[in-house]
């Protein structure tokens, strides 16, 4: 997807006027979550088992995720849009890559990747858009590596946009991506709806898929 979609821009300016404050939000999100840590740590071990644990974290935001895969035993790595996001990283986790870069231009080599994590990162992109992500993806899993999408749900069949606090995001019925997935490649291996916390508004979809 070009850098020059206007979107895209939209998005990293939006992401980039709120960083400071997005970074304190999502302190110790997992910590009254534990079905999200479940989810998580299915997805390490999955990447682990496959023989191949570098494993990059698309769209990071501040590296907090980006960390935990870490420490789930992954050799991970994040990107972002977002300057102001990347520098955060950066200074909260020295020890750690992360590099400014857009979601359809990882930069790693063909088949090279254990595992692809899009936690709640592809939320802002229009539907429409949204396959040249799931290319990208594919192109840098080795097959047989794993994909995790996280992402906001919603019962029947369409696609559903809302007022996300930062910038306009989408509800994706949990068959519409699994089955646009399966379009660019990938097997489904589970999935996941989980009902909102009390300090949330809608369903929450994870899909675990793999690179065929």
Known sequence: MPESSSYVSATAAAYDAVATVYTEFVQGVLDDQPLDRAVLAAFA?????????????????????TAHLRELGLDAF???IAPAMIDIARAAYPGLRFDLASMDAVDAPDASLGGVMSWYSAIHTPPAELRPYLDEFHRVLAPGGHLLLGFYSVDGPDVVPFDHKVVTAYRWPLDALAALAAETGFTEVARARREPAPNERH??????????
């Open 78 to 80: 994040g990107l972002d």
């Open 203 to 212: 369903l929450q979809g994870r899909l675990f898929l793999r690179r065929t």
């Open 45 to 65: 071990e999955l990447v682990r088992a496959s023989g191949n644990t570098t494993a990059v974290e698309v769209g990071c935001g501040p590296g907090h995720m």
